[in-house]
Structures are given as structure tokens and as C-alpha cells.
């Protein structure tokens, strides 16, 4: 079960970029990395998903390393509604994904 | 409009009864899961089911039991064994246990949850 690493909280300031950084060293060779986000009472909701390299989509991009070793999510030009609870998942089989504590980013005006 | 939805929203038990959480999905999908969440922590499973009339334990099932009649409903039942079952429990719903289907990703849809409370 490949545990992930990430910092607890982040401060940002709207319209700035910011960056997730996770740490998975002992990711598997079939294992997907995947970034949820969770709003506080509600059910985390998928952001992006990938395997090795780049991934892009209309909300964020996900930069994976060759080792893939680590991951980072980065949100361009976050708003103050993206403040929430950002969690790293890797692993092969959905009911194998370990939800750890995430990292809370609070966006401020 | 698809989704998934769990009820009730809220709710109170006293120590030493039974409830039942409702957790119900129009999106056709195969596999269900459970899990709670403590304060300030992240999801932990409970149960999951990758099809109907099959579920399997998860990492925390002590105290907890589960039922996949049918495809598109997984109610959980927290029993008087669950020693700490005041939490937030959340259910979700893939087309399969597999993120990566044979063209697109598989993505994991989750409930709006249900906050349980023992008085």
C-alpha cells in the first residue's frame, strides 16, 4: 500500500499559482497517482489523474517526475472558493487508495 | 440527473442501538464503497463491493456490517459493537475497483455524506 507524503496546510493569496507537492517513494510500477479535493461536510471530489509526466486539464495540472517518485499538483490563479482539503492518492485498485490527512489550503483575499 | 445521495444528512443515535445510513447511485456502477472520516482526518474504508451480492472488509469493518441487493443501493449499518461511531461517513461509486478502464480514467464519485452523532 503505497502511503503518501504532503504538507498539512498552505497559504496562498487569490490569483496566485500554487503548488501541492507529494511525496510517494514507494509507489508501484501499476499504480495511478490521483488528487482529490474536499470541501469541509461534503464529499472529496476528483481534481486530476496520472500516470508519468504532464497532465493537464480545465482545473489543474499534475507534474510527475521520471523516478515518479513524487507528484505536484498546481493550481493556476486559485480563487478564495478553492479553499479545502487537497489529497494525494496512488494505487492500482480503488478500495487500495490511502486517504491520508490531505493538505488544508487556505486561500486569503 | 446522476449522482449519488445518502441519507439522512444528519443523525443522532442513543449507545447501544443500531442504525442504518442509506447510500443510493443512478450512475450504473458496478463497485460501492464506504468510509469514515474523523475530525481533521482523512477517509478511512470501511467496506466496498465490486458487485451485487458480493461486498468485502475494508480496513476498519469491526462493528460494521453492509448488504449489495441491488445494484444501484449499498446501505451500511453501524451496530451497538462499534465502540467510536460518532463520525462523518461518506459512500462513493465507480464503474469498477480499476481507476483506468480500457480508454478513459474510472473516476471515484462520492456522496454528500452523513453525520452521525451518539448521545
Known amino acids: 500500500l503505497a502511503k503518501t507524503t504532503q504538507p498539512i496546510s498552505m497559504d496562498s493569496y487569490e490569483g496566485q499559482e500554487v503548488n501541492i507537492t507529494c511525496s510517494h517513494n514507494n509507489i508501484a510500477t501499476n499504480d495511478y497517482i490521483t488528487w482529490y479535493q474536499q470541501f469541509p461536510s461534503q464529499g472529496p471530489r476528483f481534481i486530476i489523474q496520472g500516470y508519468k509526466t504532464k497532465v493537464t486539464n480545465e482545473v489543474a495540472s499534475l507534474f510527475i517526475p521520471a523516478d515518479r517518485k513524487s507528484s505536484t499538483l498546481s493550481l493556476p490563479r486559485v480563487s478564495l472558493s478553492d479553499t479545502a482539503v487537497y489529497y494525494c492518492?496512488?494505487?492500482?485498485?480503488?478500495?487500495?487508495?490511502?486517504f491520508g490527512s490531505g493538505t488544508k489550503l487556505n486561500v486569503k483575499p | 440527473d446522476g449522482g449519488i445521495t445518502q441519507s439522512p444528512k444528519y443523525l443522532f443515535r442513543k449507545e447501544g442501538q443500531n442504525v442504518t445510513l442509506s447510500c443510493e447511485q443512478n450512475?450504473?456502477?458496478?463497485?460501492m464503497y464506504w468510509y469514515r472520516q474523523d475530525p481533521g482526518q482523512g477517509l478511512r474504508l470501511i467496506y466496498y463491493s465490486q458487485i451485487v451480492n458480493d461486498f468485502q472488509k475494508g480496513d476498519i469493518a469491526e462493528g460494521y456490517s453492509v448488504s449489495r441487493e441491488k445494484k444501484e443501493s449499498f446501505p451500511l449499518t453501524v451496530t451497538s459493537a462499534q465502540k467510536n461511531p460518532t463520525a462523518f461517513y461518506l459512500c462513493?461509486?465507480?464503474?469498477?475497483?480499476?481507476?483506468?478502464?480500457?480508454?478513459?480514467?474510472?473516476?471515484?464519485?462520492f456522496g454528500p455524506g452523513t453525520r452521525l452523532t451518539v448521545l
Open positions: 450512475l450504473n456502477h458496478d463497485a
Open positions: 492518492l496512488v494505487g492500482h485498485y480503488f478500495n487500495k487508495f490511502y
Open positions: 462513493a461509486s465507480s464503474i469498477s475497483l480499476l481507476p483506468r478502464g480500457a480508454i478513459t480514467y474510472n473516476e471515484q464519485f
